[in-house]
């Protein structure tokens, strides 16, 4: 087939012929598995994607909100940028209760949060950045792709995958990307530790990504914001989704916080925000945030409180199934994910082809989430409990054997 080449210039970071996303590099190994073998009854817990259905009260706001627009009278065309009063205020509803004040203005309604850690810096330009490992690659990839200078800072077993601000090198402002409850680890910030990070941005006038998106799986005195935390509003920026809490993995709702205090190069982010958004996005539509705001309501709020409950028990079954293998672990108390180390000199890939093979079950290597967790593997509990009781066995009969 013939190619026509233009003189374009394409970035660097599309030129270095990186491969594939974590999740999709996971993805086409297992239908190679598939085609090869046909029959396998393959139980994923790679990816985060959820099993339980939405809420009915969630489908019911929904559908109600999609009948709307079929009448001349209820019709609604383009949504705000910045989302629809109704589900920003449930949104600062929902933070009073967490004891986190917010005004309606500093609420960005998006289609989740994976989008939002990628956009936030197109508002950033020539800037240094640090980010976490292991973390969510999304961070990596969106840093490379605007050409910042990344420092990676690591956290191990020797510090409890918690990372902290004393290893930063980097000097002067920089973007601080930062996830508690952590994916993929499970980890959770202590609130000493999340203030240590805030007193780090502050003092070195950088700015905070908080992605918040596990925050409904928090418990105790875990901060479920960064606001939580006093002079974050100062520094930090919060993003948070309702893709695992509420099952919105296909429905795709989220949203940022951009609290008003905050000023890089003597411009405000709220503002800068709303401009970019304005030229950016048409919004999401209203049947979907009817159903965010039915999610955030108190009946909807109880539906979650469930859906969590389900999944982090479906996380401490495979937990105490590789505990009980002499298996090392993380996470699984405040998060839906389990962090594994590789038995018997497996790296994460080993481990996931092993796995895959001998047990027809998928984790996730861990290698896609930095360097120091190449020797590990996420497994998440957010399949069906069934299936999860099922490949918690097939895992244990593994490793048993390996003995």
Not at 147 to 170: M, W, Y
Not at 276 to 282: E, F, G, S, W
């Amino acid at each position: 087939m013939k190619e026509s080449t233009n003189i374009l210039k394409i970035s660097d970071y599309f030129k270095c012929k990186r491969g594939d996303y974590l999740f999709a590099a996971v993805a086409k190994e297992i239908e190679k598995y598939k085609k090869a073998n046909p029959n396998a009854d393959i139980i994923s817990l790679g990816v985060g994607d959820v099993s339980l259905p939405l809420a009915p009260i969630v489908c019911d706001a929904y559908a109600k909100a999609a009948l709307e627009l079929k009448e001349k009278s209820t019709f609604r065309g383009y949504p705000p940028y910045y989302g629809h009063d109704f589900l920003k205020s449930a949104i600062v509803g929902y933070y009073k209760d967490k004891s986190v004040d917010l005004s309606d203005d500093e609420i960005f309604v998006s289609d989740g949060a994976k989008r939002e850690l990628n956009d936030l810096l197109t508002v950033f330009s020539d800037f240094d950045a640090v980010i976490t490992s292991p973390s969510y690659p999304v961070y990596a990839d969106a840093c490379a792709a605007r050409g910042a200078r990344v420092e990676i800072v690591e956290a191990s077993a020797e510090n409890g995958f918690i990372p902290l601000p004393e290893r930063v090198k980097t000097k002067g402002g920089a973007v601080v990307y930062l996830c508690s409850p952590s994916n993929p680890t499970g980890t959770a910030y202590p609130r000493e530790v999340l203030k240590s990070w805030v007193e780090f941005a502050l003092t070195s006038r950088s700015l905070i990504i908080f992605d918040a998106a596990y925050e409904s799986f928090a418990s105790g005195d875990i901060p479920r914001s960064i606001y939580a935390v006093e002079g974050a509003k100062m520094c930090a920026i919060e993003v948070c989704s309702l893709s695992k809490s509420a099952g919105f993995t296909g429905v795709r709702c989220g949203w940022t916080v951009i609290p008003k205090e905050l000023v890089s190069g003597g411009v405000r982010l709220n503002d800068a925000w709303k401009r970019r958004q304005a030229t950016a996005t048409n919004g999401v539509s209203y049947p979907v945030q009817a159903a965010a705001a039915a999610a955030l309501s108190d009946k909807g709020r109880e539906y979650t409180r469930e859906a969590v409950k389900y999944y982090l028990e479906n996380a401490r079954i495979l937990k105490s199934t590789l505990v009980s293998c002499g298996i090392e672990c993380y996470g699984a108390e405040n998060s839906p994910y389990v962090f594994m180390k590789c038995p018997n000199g497996f790296d994460g890939q080993n481990f996931f082809e092993f796995a895959l093979k001998n047990a027809q079950v998928v984790v996730t290597p861990g290698g896609g989430f930095g360097e120091s967790a190449k020797n590990y593997a996420r497994l998440s509990g957010l399949n069906d409990r069934g299936k999860t009781v099922v490949a918690a066995e097939r895992l244990r009969r593994i490793l048993d054997n390996q003995e």
